[in-house]
């Protein structure tokens, strides 16, 4: 088992956070993960992405090679694009549908979605609506977290095990909340496949 994810965003939304959760709950099953740098996070609004690379073996380089991602798990949909030239034929992009526009001459989220279209069933997540379904627009990295989470290659007991260990100092109610914005995640992923 190997799956290589490029996780994608801008500073700020919570990308340390998805590695930090995925990294764990690697961890707790027995696998190996190798993270590459996470490049950007100094500045909120700037581009962030980070390579995981996830496996039941010896892992010999940090870096995913261009068109082996089988996944590309991102927060802000331009980013998603960003990535493309790394996605495996096959490999999947689950992304969040909100722009975050940062930069002169963003195009048009229908031209991005139409771009995302042409890949292998993207899922696309309107990230902040499930949040705030769930308790709060703060969670959508959470949301995403959950949208991806059979993509990952790790069951999610231990990936809400992980949200549980990493959030425990914040107390029970932002356990709690990030558990349930996991859970949303997941539900829009299965109900997507069911109707596609």
Request: aromatic letters at 4%.
């Given at each position: 088992?190997?799956?290589?994810?490029?996780?994608a965003?801008?500073?700020?939304?919570?990308?340390?956070?998805?590695?930090?959760?995925?990294?764990?709950?690697?961890?707790?099953?027995?696998?190996?993960?190798?993270?590459?740098?996470?490049?950007?996070?100094?500045?909120?609004?700037?581009?962030?992405?980070?390579?995981l690379r996830?496996?039941?073996?010896?892992?010999y380089?940090?870096l995913?090679?261009?068109?082996?991602?089988?996944?590309?798990?991102?927060?802000?949909?331009?980013?998603?694009?960003?990535?493309?030239?790394?996605?495996?034929?096959?490999?999947?992009?689950?992304?969040?549908?909100?722009?975050?526009?940062?930069?002169?001459?963003y195009?048009a989220?229908?031209?991005?979605?139409?771009?995302?279209?042409?890949?292998?069933?993207?899922?696309?997540?309107?990230?902040?609506?499930?949040?705030?379904?769930?308790?709060?627009?703060?969670?959508?990295?959470?949301?995403?977290?959950g949208?991806?989470?059979?993509?990952?290659?790790i069951?999610?007991?231990?990936?809400?095990?992980?949200?549980?260990?990493?959030?425990?100092?914040?107390?029970?109610?932002?356990?709690?909340?990030?558990?349930?914005?996991?859970?949303?995640?997941?539900?829009?992923?299965?109900?997507?496949?069911t109707?596609?």
């Open positions: 088992m190997q799956t290589n994810i490029i996780l965003g801008v500073g700020g939304q919570g990308i340390l956070t998805i590695a930090a959760v995925i990294d764990l709950a690697a961890l707790q099953s027995g696998l190996t993960i190798r993270q590459a740098e996470v490049h950007g996070m100094s500045q909120r609004g700037g581009a962030v992405q980070s390579h996830i496996s039941d073996r010896e892992i380089s940090d995913i090679a261009e068109g082996t991602a089988n996944l590309i798990l991102s927060v802000e949909p331009l980013e998603a694009l960003r990535y493309l030239p790394f996605l495996a034929t096959e490999g999947r992009i689950v992304t969040s549908t909100e722009s975050f526009i940062n930069m002169e001459g195009p989220i229908e031209e991005i979605i139409n771009e995302l279209h042409r890949t292998n069933q993207p899922v696309l997540v309107n990230a902040a609506e499930l949040a705030r379904k769930a308790g709060s627009p703060r969670t959508s990295n959470m949301v995403m977290l949208a991806a989470a059979s993509l990952t290659g069951v999610p007991e231990k990936i809400e095990s992980s949200i549980e260990q990493l959030f425990r100092a914040k107390g029970a109610d932002i356990v709690a909340m990030n558990i349930r914005a996991f859970r949303t995640g997941e539900a829009f992923f299965h109900h997507q496949a109707v596609s």
